[in-house]
């Protein structure tokens, strides 16, 4: 059995900078392309970052590219997301996603593992 946590979100001032955590267990950590989502409060669950298995590939939303960097260390089961210039737009539960996969995934539905979140929340 997969399971994701994530860690690290919090409150943080406008232009401030914070780095989540997600920690894996169970399946074969190399093989899966990961991902971090968010959802703000009213709004759908929304792509931010993906990696490749290896680490060789990222993508980002234009809304957080230059800002935000998604890397993985696979010896750890764990991939990251540092986020900084945070803006109060950032504000929204993050989530962090898996699944096997040989090409990064930009869907929710592209991936089959899921934690259960963490609130970060930019003041203005």
């Known amino acids: 059995q997969v399971q994701l946590v994530e860690s690290g979100g919090g409150l943080v001032q406008a232009g401030g900078s914070l780095r989540l955590s997600c920690a894996a267990s169970?399946?074969?950590?190399?093989?899966?392309?990961m991902g971090w989502f968010r959802q703000a409060p009213g709004k759908e669950r929304e792509f931010v970052a993906t990696?490749?298995?290896?680490?060789?590939?990222?993508y980002y939303a234009d809304s957080v590219k230059g800002r935000f960097t998604i890397s993985r260390d696979n010896a750890k089961n764990t991939v990251y997301l540092q986020m900084s210039s945070l803006k109060p737009e950032d504000t929204a539960v993050y989530y962090c996603?898996?699944?096997?996969?040989?090409?990064?995934?930009?869907?929710?539905?592209?991936?089959?593992?899921w934690g259960q979140g963490t609130q970060v929340t930019v003041s203005s």
């Open positions: 996603a898996a699944t096997y996969s040989d090409s990064i995934r930009v869907v929710t539905s592209g991936y089959d593992y």
């Open positions: 990696i490749s298995g290896r680490g060789g590939t990222t």
């Open positions: 169970g399946g074969t950590f190399g093989r899966f392309v």
